[in-house]
């Protein structure tokens, strides 16, 4: 069974760092594009970044270019999202996504499968 597993969200402070992760099992990342999005409170999914099956990344959103770094560890079947001097703006509910075809797209609706979501709450 293909899951996704969020983990790393969390309150932080103005300027501060976290590292989202996230857990794929059931299918290799060889294999599969994955999609960071985010959703704020009364706003539509956003698409952040993504990283296509051979590795390569795209940024979509230009409010976190220069801030968000995405990675993978093909051993560890797991991505992460580096998020660094984040700002109130960046506060919302996390979530990575997997595409059975391995380039990336920026639309919610090219991804099949997705994770539950991390809160990232970004205040002082």
């Known amino acids: 069974q293909l899951q996704l597993v969020e983990s790393g969200g969390g309150l932080v402070q103005p300027g501060g760092s976290l590292r989202l992760s996230c857990a794929a099992s059931?299918?290799?990342?060889?294999?599969?594009?994955i999609g960071w999005f985010r959703q704020a409170p009364g706003k539509e999914r956003e698409g952040i970044s993504c990283?296509?099956?051979?590795?390569?990344?795209?940024k979509f959103a230009d409010s976190v270019k220069g801030r968000f770094t995405l990675s993978r560890d093909t051993a560890k079947n797991t991505v992460y999202l580096q998020m660094n001097s984040l700002k109130p703006e960046d506060t919302a509910i996390y979530y990575c996504?997997?595409?059975?075809?391995?380039?990336?797209?920026?639309?919610?609706?090219?991804?099949?499968?997705w994770g539950q979501g991390t809160q990232v709450t970004v205040s002082s």
């Open positions: 059931g299918f290799t990342l060889d294999y599969y594009a």
């Open positions: 996504a997997a595409r059975n075809v391995g380039l990336c797209v920026s639309l919610p609706s090219g991804y099949e499968y």
């Open positions: 990283i296509s099956s051979s590795g390569g990344g795209t």
